[in-house]
């Protein structure tokens, strides 16, 4: 195809001084190569795509328990778009705004909600992957980079909150929550070590492993070790904190690895027993079964599961919903590898999606389990 000149569009004089070329035949060529482009890509998300038609075609009920979840009058939306890889959302509801990673370009953005206005919030940040907020208000942040916990505390100073286990250094700490009781629990499988990409590369030095770390003691615990789970990444609580959720995404570097997400019972708000297969990935695509890799989920406060799955393609790529029965109900397809989910807004009924190089958000009929 013949390259069209380059042109400002917001320059009329540019315009019209364009050769060989009218304004409406240029405008017609340009569109043109928009719906080719459309056409390849799938749905058109950028700036001047049509509206949708209601109900949104890619939000795909597959039970019927779905049905009450799914809004008939909202689209699915690209928020933003830019980052190389997104990660890690995290709503902070004093400040009314989303906080997510950009590992690669080793930053954090932040999304104003009351606008929509979006910007560099932090840089650099250590690499930082997964991120949430505590009881009190204050970011945790997971750190490739650093190899380490850290928490940005109300004056601005940095709190190291964990980086070692057993005198050797984390591998590279991936996601994390908190419990009513302050604990936080993290998963360490080590990904940002791996490549100079999203870290350092460097030698892992403990095995693949989810920790918990004392609010009152600072003392920290190991609760999921290596033989549970080849490497333990996304994790989230039940609305009754009685269980805790963690995909498995050892299939990266381990053949024999499951495509899965466990569950284990929680006891006494400190330790994990039972740990059991909750679901596999693996799912039909267009006559096929195919199982792609779980990676950031969350809780509605009816006990069901949002996970961002990917890593197929069209068809399974996006938001896959799981009952607490472990039925997939939803499917929230993408045109980009989910990496994480949280739920956030006034109302916490927005569910936001971090997708490779953007950030997605729906509005559905239920509500997050938790703060952040």
């Known amino acids: 195809m013949k390259s069209l000149p380059s042109v400002t569009t917001n320059d009329s004089r540019k315009l019209d001084a364009l050769p060989k070329m009218g304004r409406r035949s240029f405008l017609a060529a340009a569109a043109g190569v928009a719906t080719l482009a459309s056409a390849a890509l799938g749905r058109d998300y950028g700036p ?3 509206p949708v038609r209601y109900p949104d075609p890619d939000i795909l009920v597959l039970d019927k328990r779905f049905t009450k979840y799914k809004i008939g009058n909202t689209p699915i939306q690209r928020l933003h778009t830019g980052t190389l890889w997104a990660e890690g959302p995290a709503w902070c509801g004093g400040g009314r705004y989303l906080l997510w990673s950009d590992i690669p370009n080793d930053r954090q953005m932040r999304r104003i909600d009351d606008d929509g206005h979006v910007s560099v919030f932090r840089s650099p940040t250590g690499y930082s992957n997964g991120n949430t907020f505590d009881y ?10 650093g190899r380490r916990v850290v928490r940005y505390e109300h004056n601005g100073e940095l709190t190291v909150v964990a980086d070692k286990w057993q005198g050797k250094r ?9 419990h009513p009781d302050g604990g936080i629990w993290f998963t360490d499988p080590g990904y940002g070590s791996l ?13 693949e ?20 789970m080849f490497k333990p990444n996304g994790l989230c609580f039940s609305p009754d904190y009685k269980k805790v959720y963690i995909a498995d995404t050892g299939a990266t570097h381990h053949e024999d690895a499951p495509r899965n997400i466990m569950v284990f019972d929680v006891s006494d708000g400190k330790k994990l027993a039972n ?23 969350r809780a509605d406060v ?7 799955g990917g890593w197929i393609g069209d068809g399974y790529d996006g938001v ?6 472990a039925t997939r109900i939803g499917l929230i397809l993408l045109p980009e590898i989910p990496s994480n989910v949280c739920f956030g807004g006034a109302k916490r009924n927005r569910l936001f999606v971090t997708a490779s190089q953007s950030l997605y958000a729906v509005y559905v009929e239920t509500q997050g389990a938790h703060i952040s």
């Not at 009190?136 to 980079?145: F, W």
């Not at 009816?302 to 961002?308: F, R």
């Open 320 to 325: 896959h919903v799981f009952a607490p029965d």
């Open 136 to 145: 009190e208000g204050r970011q945790l942040s997971c750190e490739h980079g």
């Open 275 to 297: 740990g059991r297969e909750f679901v596999s990935m693996a799912m039909d695509v267009k006559g096929e079964k195919k199982a792609g890799l779980a990676d950031g989920l």
């Open 302 to 308: 009816d006990g069901n599961l949002w996970v961002g």
């Open 170 to 178: 984390l591998n590279a700490p991936n996601d994390i929550i908190v």
């Open 209 to 228: 492993a989810v920790y918990r770390i004392d609010p009152k003691t600072g003392k920290m615990e190991k609760v999921v070790g290596r033989d549970q």
């Open 195 to 207: 490549m100079n990409y999203e870290g350092h590369k460097g030698t892992l030095e403990i095995p």
């Open 48 to 50: 001047l795509a049509p």
